[in-house]
Every structure is written in C-alpha cells, then in structure tokens.
C-alpha cells in the first residue's frame, strides 16, 4: 500500500503576529473539509517547551528514557527528548498518523509553502526574505498598499475570504 504524501504548509511571521491565531481558523476551514491535520509548533521563545516533570512520563524522560508514550482512553502523548531536532524530523514523526495536511506554525525560513502575516511597517521585509510565500495575511489595512503590486494574492486577518482561499489552495494540492 503506498502512502499518500501529506500537503505541508506553514504559517509564518514574526513574533505575536498572529500565527497561532491564523493556524486555529486554518485548522478549523481545513477540519470542516474532512482533512486529517497534523500540526508542528516551533517553539521558539527560548528553553524547552513545558511539560509536566512530576508525572510519570516526565519522570522517565528524567531518569533517561529517550522516548515516553502515554496512551488513555485513545489519547496518545509522546514526549521525546535529544539534543535537537530538525523540521524533516518532526514531519517524519507526524507522517506516522497519515494526516492529509501537516501544519507548521513557525520555522519561517524553511523552504515550504507559507502564509505569511504581517503586523504593521517593520514586518515588510519578511516580503523580501521568506521563500516559498502563497498569500498574505496583513492586520493593518494601511500595509495593502506596500504589495498590491505583488502576484501574490493578500488578505485581511478578519476577512473569512482569505481563510476560503488558503483552504481550497491546500485542497487542490492535496487532490
């Protein structure tokens, strides 16, 4: 049986632009079209992201358990722990659960289609120095005017178009 390759698409933007807004109302448009979502969160305020050490999976990982998997009522929790751990790695991981799509919020520079979210002024130069960007998600109306000349298309963060148009995009690579 062959797997059928999941769409991966990222969301991307500088700090508390939006991208966790954005890759909810994604995730929620993508769920209501029947797509299995994967999601990667790159965590990238600095230290390990939080878990809870005094339960016991988090008690393995301290004694040296390089792995800890805990399973309950059909919740499955996976903690893993090494040094890093590369984008490629973390999709390779997902690809286990066969999603249809895999949503990255973050890893800007990586070279995946993206949705990128602009802030204000200063968020510009993301225009400039991100590959691979599809659409444009900008929340201040002011900043449409930098890029009407671009090809790429562009929305507002409260206009629910652009969250029709990012869905049937991914969609359409996904069939």
């Given at each position: ?82 040094k890093q ?43 400039e120095k ?46």
């Amino acid at each position: 049986m062959a797997l059928v390759k999941p769409v991966i698409f990222q969301i991307a933007g500088y700090q508390d632009s939006g991208k966790t807004t954005l890759s909810l109302k994604l995730i929620e448009h993508l769920s209501a079209s029947r797509l299995k979502i994967a999601t990667i969160k790159h965590h990238g305020h600095g230290g390990k992201p939080e878990v809870d050490e005094t339960k016991d999976s988090g008690r393995h990982i301290a004694a040296g358990a390089a792995v800890s998997l805990v399973e309950g009522e059909g919740r499955v929790l996976i903690q893993a722990e090494q040094k890093q751990w590369t984008l490629l790695e973390e999709i390779e991981m997902l690809s286990f659960f066969k999603p249809d799509v895999i949503l990255i919020e973050g890893y800007k520079n990586e070279k995946y289609p993206k949705a990128v979210i602009l802030r204000d002024k200063g968020d510009l130069e993301l225009l400039e120095k991100l590959p691979c960007i599809k659409v444009i998600f900008y929340r201040d109306a002011s900043l449409a005017r930098h890029f009407m000349d671009q090809d790429i298309p562009s929305f507002d963060t409260s206009d629910e178009s652009g969250f029709t148009w990012l869905t049937n995009c991914i969609r359409a690579d996904f069939t």
